[in-house]
């Protein structure tokens, strides 16, 4: 823990943002060192100017591999193109509209020149499409989206993002594609690659601008009931730490006349306004009680100015709830309690079957909650593109992950976005107040005394390469353990529940705890998550025996 964590950022804490774009377009990345390629992980292509990891090369390399990609896939229609607020979502934009004119592609810009959030894109995509009621992801015609954004990462780094038709994150299939054919162009061709400078491009008649927030306004009350709110007078604070939903947030105050302060609407690409994260580093993380001590301070003692608040990341598909009773709340509680809410009659649109979609690292109180209501939980790896097909098809109303992530479907049961949704699931926090007259952390008080409380927490252990890679191909015959913490352990699995997809790593679970193993994909060590419904000392216990049981089958 770094000693000034939760701590206002201080001069020699801020990224030199002149030194960092002038570094995306001065260094070229060298395609025979790995840490310089292209490499999509589960959220696209992230890394930094500084470290040849995000560079015009790279952003001319990927955008050329999308466009190839697209059309052999025959997806002829517009692509929509957001950034958020990181320094490098600027030049990385202006980049892939250079190279997306000349190849006379239709694209669509932000009409205000600003930020838009991921789930603005994925709804864009999707309205385009046909969303709600005559979607197709097939065909002629058909819109995808590419988002720029490192997500909730520091200054310094920059992403990019490719969602296919569908609306939500390409699969592995596309990724690997786009990401092989873009290192092939990054190691010998990326400056014979078509572009027109950007003044020039804009004014080509296949770049147009669109009116991502209007959409996103026009749409709103079909997901969150905005009239209870407003009727209830909710008293709302809206942080958007700096990030995309900086406009959103104001202008859904005064659409739907909410009692909405945004507590915050400064945009600064150093974040110099942030508190540091536990690592010392600015990070706009809105699940972390670090970075969001700002909001959390606001909202402590007797008489909080809000009866709720709420932040978001850098490109808001992410959420954090802060309650004057509860304080900021776990992301697995509030995704039980929302979970609780919208299948506890909240919904009455959505299809009687409709099931729970979590993360096999997400909190098993939420299979607590699944069983209560008598409806299906269907658990998927990590990765928000796994609750793609059933968001679509209205399989699954809700998903969610435990890193703040989640979205659900409209009130009418039909798809809102295939991508995650910080907005709506803070009005939602808004919704539950307004509706039942409690907050999010009342109600997940109340699933406690009923289903059991719960202590859950992620650690790393170090690993090689070589143990990691091994980690990543386990069977469940390779472990030959039968006890975990006290506890027989009832499952070991390396395919999740839900869909029989490969995890990349170990589940073993028992009556009353759980652990997951997955391999970091850029540092050389393992990730465990663990939950314990017994006690903190149990927890403790399931994640030092964790480590035994992964040896104990690298070992076998």
Not at 134 to 143: E, F, K, N, Q, V
Not at 332 to 361: C, E, F, M, Q
Request: hydrophobic share 40%; aromatic share 8%; with cysteine.
């Amino acid at each position: 823990m770094h000693d000034r964590a939760g701590t206002r950022a201080l001069p020699e804490d801020l990224t030199d943002i002149d030194a960092l774009l002038g570094a995306y377009y001065d260094v070229v990345p060298d395609a025979a060192v790995a840490s310089q390629r292209v490499a999509f992980g589960t959220s696209g292509h992230r890394g930094s100017s500084f470290d040849s990891a995000f560079n015009e090369a790279h952003i001319v390399s990927i955008t050329a591999a999308i466009v190839e990609y697209r059309r052999s896939q025959g997806t002829d229609g517009p692509v929509f193109v957001g950034k958020d607020t990181h320094a490098l979502s600027g030049p990385a934009q202006e980049t892939a509209v250079e190279v997306l004119a000349a190849a006379e592609v239709e694209v669509r810009i932000d009409a205000r020149d600003g930020f838009t959030p991921t789930p603005a894109v994925s709804l864009a995509i999707l309205v385009a499409n046909g969303a709600p009621g005559a979607l197709r992801t097939s065909g002629s015609g058909l819109a995808d989206g590419i988002v720029i954004t490192p997500s909730h990462n520091p200054p310094r780094d920059g992403g990019f993002k490719y969602n296919p038709p569908h609306g939500g994150p390409a699969d592995t299939d596309a990724t690997g594609w786009i990401a092989a054919r873009a290192n092939e162009l990054l190691a010998g061709g990326w400056r014979q690659v078509p572009r027109i400078p950007y003044a020039r491009a804009l004014t080509r008649e296949n770049v147009k601008t669109f009116d991502y927030l209007d959409l996103y306004l026009q749409e709103l009350p079909s997901v969150v009931d905005l009239e209870a709110i407003r009727t209830a007078g909710v008293r709302i604070g809206a942080d958007p730490l700096g990030g995309a939903a900086v406009d959103y947030w104001g202008a859904i105050g005064e659409e739907f006349r909410l009692n909405l302060t945004v507590v915050n609407p400064k945009v600064d690409p150093a974040w110099s306004f942030m508190t540091l994260d536990w690592d010392g580093k600015i990070r706009m993380d809105c699940s972390s009680p670090y970075a969001m001590a700002s909001l959390r301070e606001l909202m402590a003692g007797g008489s909080a100015p809000y009866d709720i608040a709420h932040g978001n990341d850098a490109d808001s598909d992410r959420h954090g709830i802060v309650t004057p009773d509860g304080g900021l709340m776990n992301p697995n509680h509030y995704l039980a309690a929302a979970i609780s809410y919208l299948y506890s009659g909240g919904r009455p649109g959505w299809r009687s079957d409709a099931a729970i979609g979590k993360t096999l690292v997400s909190s098993s109180l939420i299979d607590r909650v699944g069983g209560e209501l008598g409806r299906r939980v269907i658990e998927v790896p990590v990765g928000f593109k796994w609750f793609v097909p059933g968001l679509l098809s209205g399989e699954v109303g809700f998903g969610g992950e435990e890193s703040a992530g989640a979205s659900f479907l409209r009130k009418d049961g039909t798809v809102w976005t295939t991508d995650k949704d910080g907005p709506i699931m803070c009005l939602l926090g808004s919704e539950i107040i307004a509706k039942t007259g409690r907050t999010p952390s009342q109600l997940h008080a109340s699933l406690v005394e009923r289903l059991g409380e719960s202590w859950y927490a992620r650690v790393d252990a170090a690993a090689t390469k070589d143990e990691k890679a091994a980690l990543g191909k386990l069977s469940p015959e390779q472990v030959p353990a039968t006890t975990l913490a006290g506890g027989a352990i009832t499952a070991k699995l390396t395919a999740a529940p839900g869909n029989g997809a490969a995890i990349g790593g170990l589940k073993v679970v028992t009556e009353d705890a759980w652990f997951a193993a997955r391999p970091s994909g850029t540092e050389d060590v393992y990730k465990i998550y663990a939950e314990s419904f017994v006690s903190p000392a149990h927890l403790a216990e399931v994640q030092a025996e964790a480590k035994d049981v992964v040896s104990e089958a690298l070992g076998a």
